[in-house]
């Protein structure tokens, strides 16, 4: 089963707008323990995304740079080297051609989460992206078919994000709070988590 450049582009779209929906409850959640931003550096690392999907005439591989390109050009906040790793990650590796296939897409995911690693050295626990990332990256391993691996992908983020409810904050400036932190979901871990969910849309 292969997928097309078209079909990941779109499902990528879907994944920012999902995003961009939420724009404010993120903005919220970081208003507490954080800098009060986050939703609005993801809305222009969204903004960045779309615009660059839109305008790309080239491969998979060639989209993925220059997203990666379009988000690291961005100016303010720290999710921003998180998702440039994530998307240059993605184009390491990904086909100089129009459609892939399941395994592709998988090893796509799995070195562009390789490379967000390399910049965040969170865990599972820690209460930042990494807490719906990892889930997802792993649980996607054991899809048998496109479809699958976005559902699967969306289900073990929002699992993920939702748990940090139960975690003090170890990074960041919220790491300061502590067990206050308690009780509050993790922003970035619940925009990577709306992330995937948009991306179990097959259509715009």
Not at 10 to 19: A, F, H
Not at 200 to 204: D, G, L, Q, T, V
């Given at each position: 089963?292969?997928?097309?450049?078209?079909?990941?582009a779109?499902?990528?779209?879907?994944?920012?707008?999902?995003?961009k929906?939420?724009?404010?409850?993120?903005?919220?959640?970081d208003?507490?323990?954080?800098?009060?931003?986050?939703?609005?550096?993801?809305?222009?690392?969204?903004?960045?995304?779309?615009?660059?999907?839109?305008?790309?005439?080239?491969?998979?591989k060639?989209?993925?740079?220059?997203?990666?390109?379009?988000?690291?050009?961005?100016?303010?906040?720290?999710?921003?080297?998180?998702?440039?790793?994530?998307?240059?990650?993605?184009?390491?590796?990904?086909?100089?051609?129009?459609?892939?296939?399941?395994?592709?897409?998988?090893?796509?995911?799995?070195?562009?989460?390789?490379?967000?690693?390399?910049?965040?050295?969170?865990?599972?626990?820690?209460?930042?992206?990494?807490?719906?990332?990892?889930?997802?990256?792993?649980?996607?391993?054991?899809a048998?078919?496109?479809?699958?691996?976005?559902?699967?992908?969306?289900?073990?983020?929002?699992?993920?994000?939702?748990a940090?409810?139960?975690?003090?904050?170890?990074?960041?400036?919220?790491?300061?709070?502590?067990?206050?932190?308690?009780?509050?979901?993790?922003?970035?871990?619940?925009?990577?988590?709306?992330?995937?969910?948009?991306m179990?849309?097959?259509?715009?």
């Open positions: 089963m292969k997928i097309t450049k078209q079909q990941f779109s499902r990528i779209i879907n994944g920012c707008n999902e995003i929906i939420h724009e404010e409850q993120l903005t919220e959640l208003s507490y323990f954080g800098d009060g931003d986050h939703g609005l550096v993801m809305n222009e690392i969204t903004d960045a995304i779309i615009e660059t999907i839109n305008s790309s005439n080239g491969s998979i060639e989209m993925l740079k220059d997203i990666a390109d379009a988000i690291m050009d961005l100016n303010a906040g720290s999710s921003i080297p998180l998702w440039n790793s994530y998307f240059d990650g993605m184009s390491q590796v990904a086909p100089n051609e129009d459609e892939m296939t399941l395994q592709q897409l998988k090893d796509i995911f799995t070195n562009g989460y390789k490379e967000f690693a390399n910049i965040s050295t969170a865990k599972i626990g820690d209460k930042t992206m990494m807490d719906a990332l990892i889930l997802a990256s792993m649980g996607l391993l054991s048998q078919n496109v479809d699958e691996l976005f559902e699967i992908a969306a289900t073990e983020a929002l699992f993920g994000a939702e940090t409810v139960n975690y003090p904050a170890k990074f960041g400036k919220a790491k300061s709070y502590g067990e206050e932190t308690i009780g509050i979901c993790d922003a970035g871990a619940l925009s990577m988590a709306y992330f995937f969910k948009g179990a849309k097959k259509e715009i």
